[in-house]
């Protein structure tokens, strides 16, 4: 069996992602390999089809107990033999699963590593007696002092290419910088590793960070529109997590709380809950979620500023693993970086202190960017990019400025006045002319106190960020920081440089292009898949994910055949749920007088454009024939409770099938311009189209535009 073919009989997809091939084919040689590939970049697959392929046994090393168990449950759904042992399971268990690894019936079996190398219950003789054909290693970045979440247990693994000289070790992570990576391979002793690097894009998530105002109102608005969702909100502190999802439970959301001091049985009942989807929301410490699977989690909320970009970007990428579009939210406030830098600094190491640090600064110049956010995370990990992203709230906003140098310049002589030994709180409450004790009397006799009242404090804190990030004010590094000038403030002082800020900050609507779907057909194969997931007492994304559920809802295969097509319906999945989910879809066909779309995603897959289904729903239907009515696109929206988004889908659909021509919702004279833009940007992505066009050409042209060429093709 090739790779590829064992990739479509056990996971049920037909390619590889990234830099899976590669990969796979280094351990099938006996090489070791080191790779860095996203969370949610399918790392847990190039050991798992090697696995399957490799006539032995697999070790994987992982850190958690519940990461064990999500693994170990999606294997065995997929045909695939695994087990774990671990500290929670009894002896009698444990003596059943020593006999099954005797007798060669189990492929993949997971430790942690003091299982393998402690003292107590140690393993390494025992498994050096089975036919160990791989060995994987884990959220490798583990082993690393200047990982990102350091354990010294992971520290015991140098010893594995003592006691396996000759078996091929993968080590695997999601995030490493260039110091990480290198200690990564000194500590475990790779013989010349194989190292692979795949893109950091996850091109699915949206980033947005908000100044932070009364977080728990924010918080509220952003989850208004989500309540189905799943979601994961990070704090710093124990005791905010479970206050903060008391006070979630009051205001009627699902949400439960985890953290590492919480009593072990309650983590795990809590933990399960989430991963069933009985809960729907884990607030939580980053205690939680490493290597956790849960394909279907929408969102990732950080209320407190996280203390490093790799932890950050790990934990945004626990969103949107099954590929479908997802939000990154930061609520940030400049008070969370100065508590956290007592909390980095470490007594007696002044080296890992600074580096710490630097990573803490480097975490805050994200939160304060005025450039694309996707440009800087992927340049934070050696990875080029584009300037423009069209899905951060960067990219998704149109800027108002004004002339700001009258602002700029009481920014400027507040910092001299106060003699550059102030930091930005005490700076705007002196702008401010607050009353409060805090502020020295001497200050208050000075000229330049309260020249700012008629600012907010928010509105001033945004001011001096954007006049910090201009360079004309800078903040010291110190433990409490401090504003003082640069090189290039007496040119501001003086009247001599004009200053641009910003008055205020449109976000456009994010228009996502999905493809048409099933929405009630949608919901019954989730009530099948809860069905099945509860009677073989795992998480239901273990049985199928959301965004195979979505496929099947949008090309509706009538067919075993047809089904086996479906992205994530590999040949054991097929045989033991195919007729279960089969059967809805041909009741839901029969009912609304449809028929397969399968022919469409043939197509999609030969990379041509897709033919539109034949059959026409009646609310498509319905908004072409108030169109020709003579309705406007709002009109329509308005009278059908519809988004004026969703009514331009649906003219352009119909420019798409031919019944409609282009030049009736584009002036002839704009359709050159949209094309040429088309061609040069791609059609993937309709924000960066809409940017490049500008104010005087609407999504719905450029969507309708795009049509047409998809027809024309």
């Not at 351990?27 to 080191?34: A, E, Q, T």
């Not at 905010?240 to 309650?266: M, N, Q, V």
């Not at 000038?485 to 994010?510: D, F, M, P, R």
């Amino acid at each position: 069996m090739t790779p590829l073919q064992a990739l479509q009989k056990y996971f049920g997809y037909s390619e590889f992602r990234h830099e899976q091939e590669a990969i796979i084919q280094q351990v099938l040689n006996g090489r070791d390999v080191m790779a860095l590939m996203p969370t949610g970049g399918g790392k847990s697959l190039c050991y798992q089809l090697p696995a399957v392929l490799l006539n032995g046994l697999t070790i994987v090393i992982s850190p958690l107990i519940a990461l064990m168990k999500d693994q170990v449950d999606s294997l065995n759904v997929a045909g695939i033999p695994a087990a774990f042992i671990n500290s929670a399971q009894s002896p009698d268990e444990q003596r059943v699963i020593v006999q099954k690894l005797r007798d060669n019936q189990i492929r993949l079996l997971y430790l942690a590593p003091e299982r393998l190398f402690g003292s107590e219950n140690k393993l390494v003789d025992f498994l050096k007696s089975l036919p160990v054909v791989q060995i994987a290693i884990d959220e490798a970045h583990c082993i690393s002092h200047w990982g990102h979440d350091f354990r010294p247990e992971y520290l015991m693994l140098a010893g594995l290419k003592v006691h396996f000289p000759k078996i091929p070790v993968i080590a695997l992570t999601a995030t490493a910088d260039k110091l990480t990576q290198k200690d990564i391979l000194e500590k475990l002793n790779l013989h010349q590793p194989a190292v692979y690097v795949a893109s950091f894009n996850r091109a699915n998530i949206t980033y947005r960070v908000m100044p932070k105002n009364k977080s728990f109102n924010q918080l509220l608005a952003f989850l208004q529109d989500r309540k189905d969702d799943s979601g994961i909100i990070y704090c710093l502190s124990r005791k905010s997590t479970e206050a903060l999802a008391a006070d979630l439970r009051d205001e009627g959301f699902s949400a439960s709380a985890y953290h590492a001091g919480l009593d072990t049985a309650l983590k795990a009942k809590n933990q399960e809950a989430f991963l069933r989807d009985e809960v729907k929301i884990m607030v939580a410490t980053i205690a939680f979620g490493m290597g956790i699977n849960k394909s279907n989690v929408r969102y990732v909320v950080h209320i407190d500023l996280p203390k490093n970009i790799e932890g950050y970007y790990q934990e945004t990428g626990r969103a949107g693993r099954d590929g479908l579009p997802s939000d990154a939210m930061l609520y940030y406030s400049p008070g969370d970086a100065v508590k956290l830098k007592s909390f980095v600094a470490l007594e007696n190491n002044e080296e890992q202190s600074r580096i710490m640090l630097e990573k803490l600064n480097d975490m805050v110049s994200y939160s304060e960017l005025h450039t694309c956010r996707r440009k800087f995370l992927l340049n934070y990990f050696d990875e080029p990019a584009g300037d423009h992203c069209g899905s951060c709230d960067i990219c998704l906003s149109e800027f108002k400025k004004f002339d700001g140098t009258l602002v700029a310049q009481k920014a400027l002589s507040a910092v001299t006045r106060l003699g550059q030994r102030f930091g930005s709180t005490y700076v705007v409450d002196f702008l401010r002319g607050s009353k409060s004790e805090k502020i020295r009397e001497e200050h208050k006799q000075l000229k330049t106190y309260g020249i700012g009242a008629d600012v907010s404090k928010v509105q001033w804190q945004r001011y001096l960020r954007e006049i910090i990030a201009f360079g004309y004010l800078q903040v010291t590094d110190d433990a409490y920081p401090v504003i003082k000038l640069t090189a290039k403030s007496e040119a501001v002082l003086k009247g001599l440089q004009k200053v641009e800020l910003t008055e205020a900050q449109i976000i456009e609507e994010q228009v996502t292009e999905t493809p048409y779907f099933e929405a009630d057909l949608l919901n019954k194969l989730k009530d099948v898949r809860r069905g099945i997931a509860e009677l073989e007492n795992v998480p239901p994304y273990v049985v199928l994910s959301d965004a195979t559920l979505l496929e099947i809802a949008t090309y509706l295969p009538q067919s075993m055949d047809e089904l086996r097509l479906i992205s994530g319906f590999g040949d054991i999945k097929l045989a033991r749920y195919g007729r279960e989910f089969l059967k809805p879809v041909k009741v839901y066909c029969d009912e609304m007088q449809l028929s397969s779309r399968i022919s469409q995603k043939s197509a999609k897959r030969e990379r041509k454009a897709k033919p539109r289904s034949e059959k026409v729903n009646d609310t498509k239907k319905e908004s072409l024939n108030l169109y020709r009515a003579g309705k406007t696109i709002p009109e329509i929206a308005k009278d059908r409770g519809l988004s004026p988004t969703t009514v331009e889908g649906h003219l352009a659909f119909f420019v798409q099938t031919g019944e409609m021509n282009v030049s009736e919702i584009v002036v002839e004279s704009k359709i050159p311009a949209i094309k040429d833009a088309i061609e040069s940007y791609g059609q993937e992505r309709l924000a960066p189209l809409k940017e490049v066009l500008g104010d005087d050409y609407s999504y719905g042209e450029i969507k309708a535009v795009i049509s047409w060429l998809n027809r024309e093709q």
